[in-house]
């Protein structure tokens, strides 16, 4: 122990938080750090730059007002990635000339309004889903796109408000910017800081989704229950039978999406709960651990790459979108799925690219 004291005093080497799981420092580097973070990095940048384009590209996924939110989403998740460049290059040593207390507050600060805004917009789809449901006839009118605007400035506002305290020493917001040694040895938290955060913020959202999902599925069962006794009670004949199945497939669509956005809201809230339990433990002095804290907090932040994942599995329309733009890198492939989708004609010859 004193040996490494003298060492971080004489050579001045990178603080890392990892640093007792026993790795070598040979290189003067925080080996396993750099790695996560930039692997993180990249993947939350080109995940969310893909969501963007894909949603310009494809018309048909503004159908939703909720693409609002969606991509008000992707934008904060960008945002999110481009400021962890910050401590990327911190633990590469290029930003030696910074004050590192102000670097860790700005980057501890802007990466919570921008997880902030994220949870917020998934409190939005959900209420917006559960209008569209319980209430389809005024939905256009209660939900108006300059509502939606106010409500995404709203957004943005309240979380950047929320952590603002931050700055004057009230608490700690997180544990993003403990990769410098200023955030993580003299930033503390405060428990009524903690308190205050998780009242206004983490505690209403987490309830929002809980009431608006279960009260769509719950519906959406009472549906499903009403048509299957309207079946076995007047035993419809063939039209009939197409005119039950055209009602039953028609509200089709709208769960398949709600199940989408339940997907991306589960696995937001299984991806933050850890760090938000460690956050209140570790806020009541119950419990600390550098290894945990990191661990705990980009496992959260990793979740701004996931949307781009479900997107891709889930929503056809979203495939579409990415089909069409990859389609000018790989031309032929894509006439080949057209190809084979497209009915074969009788006299035409076949298409020599799509032989193999």
Same mark, same amino acid.
């Given at each position: 122990?004193?040996?490494?004291?003298?060492?971080?005093?004489?050579?001045?080497?990178?603080?890392?938080?990892?640093?007792?799981?026993?790795?070598?420092?040979?290189?003067?580097?925080?080996?396993?750090?750099?790695?996560?973070?930039?692997?993180?990095?990249?993947?939350?940048?080109?995940?969310?730059?893909?969501?963007?384009?894909? *949603?310009?590209?494809?018309?048909?996924?503004?159908?939703?007002?909720?693409?609002?939110? +969606?991509?008000?989403? !992707?934008?904060?998740?960008?945002?999110?990635?481009?400021?962890?460049?910050?401590?990327?290059?911190?633990?590469?040593?290029?930003?030696?000339?910074?004050?590192?207390?102000?670097?860790?507050?700005?980057?501890?600060?802007?990466?919570?309004?921008?997880?902030?805004?994220?949870? !917020?917009?998934? !409190?939005?789809?959900?209420?917006?889903?559960?209008?569209?449901?319980?209430?389809?006839?005024?939905?256009?009118?209660?939900?108006?796109?300059?509502?939606?605007?106010?409500? +995404?400035?709203?957004?943005?506002?309240?979380?950047?408000?929320?952590?603002?305290?931050?700055?004057?020493?009230?608490?700690?917001?997180?544990?993003?910017?403990? +990769?410098?040694?200023?955030?993580?040895?003299?930033?503390?938290?405060?428990?009524?800081?903690?308190?205050? +955060?998780?009242?206004?913020?983490?505690?209403?959202? !987490?309830?929002?989704?809980?009431?608006?999902?279960?009260?769509?599925?719950?519906?959406?069962?009472?549906?499903?229950?009403?048509?299957?006794?309207?079946?076995?009670?007047?035993?419809?004949?063939?039209?009939?039978?197409?005119?039950?199945?055209?009602?039953?497939?028609?509200?089709?669509?709208?769960?398949?999406?709600?199940?989408?956005?339940?997907?991306?809201?589960?696995?937001?809230?299984?991806?933050?709960?850890?760090?938000?339990?460690? *956050?209140?433990?570790?806020?009541?002095?119950?419990?600390?651990?550098?290894? @945990?804290?990191?661990?705990?907090?980009?496992? @959260?932040?990793?979740?701004? *790459?996931?949307?781009?994942?479900?997107?891709?599995?889930?929503?056809?329309? *979203?495939?579409?979108?990415?089909?069409?733009?990859?389609?000018?890198?790989?031309?032929?492939?894509?006439?080949?799925?057209?190809?084979?989708?497209?009915?074969?004609?009788?006299?035409?010859?076949?298409?020599?690219?799509?032989?193999?």
């Amino acid at each position: 122990m004193n040996s490494s004291s003298d060492a971080n005093q004489s050579g001045s080497p990178s603080f890392c938080l990892l640093g007792s799981m026993g790795y070598s420092h040979s290189m003067d580097t925080c080996v396993l750090e750099v790695v996560v973070i930039l692997f993180l990095t990249v993947l939350i940048i080109a995940g969310n730059l893909v969501v963007i384009f894909v *949603f310009h590209c494809a018309p048909l996924l503004h159908h939703h007002t909720t693409s609002h939110f +969606i991509q008000t989403m !992707a934008y904060a998740d960008l945002l999110v990635g481009v400021s962890c460049l910050v401590p990327s290059m911190s633990l590469l040593h290029y930003l030696r000339g910074l004050n590192e207390e102000l670097t860790c507050k700005g980057f501890g600060y802007m990466v919570s309004v921008l997880k902030s805004v994220s949870m !917020a917009s998934l !409190a939005c789809i959900s209420v917006d889903r559960y209008i569209a449901i319980t209430r389809p006839l005024s939905y256009t009118t209660l939900v108006t796109p300059c509502r939606l605007r106010v409500c +995404i400035v709203l957004i943005w506002v309240y979380s950047a408000l929320i952590f603002l305290p931050s700055f004057f020493r009230w608490g700690k917001p997180g544990y993003h910017g403990d +990769i410098f040694k200023w955030c993580a040895l003299s930033w503390k938290t405060n428990p009524a800081f903690s308190t205050f +955060i998780v009242a206004l913020l983490y505690a209403p959202a !987490a309830l929002t989704v809980c009431f608006t999902y279960g009260s769509i599925f719950r519906i959406c069962r009472q549906h499903t229950r009403e048509i299957s006794q309207r079946q076995a009670r007047f035993s419809p004949q063939t039209e009939g039978d197409k005119g039950e199945r055209g009602e039953r497939c028609e509200g089709c669509p709208d769960k398949r999406y709600a199940m989408v956005l339940f997907r991306i809201t589960s696995v937001f809230y299984v991806l933050w709960m850890p760090y938000i339990l460690y *956050f209140l433990l570790e806020s009541a002095g119950l419990y600390h651990h550098e290894v @945990a804290s990191f661990l705990t907090t980009w496992l @959260a932040i990793s979740n701004s *790459f996931c949307n781009c994942l479900i997107y891709s599995l889930s929503n056809s329309v *979203f495939r579409k979108g990415l089909g069409r733009l990859f389609s000018p890198l790989f031309p032929s492939c894509l006439g080949c799925t057209e190809a084979k989708k497209a009915p074969a004609p009788v006299s035409l010859r076949p298409d020599p690219r799509c032989q193999v």
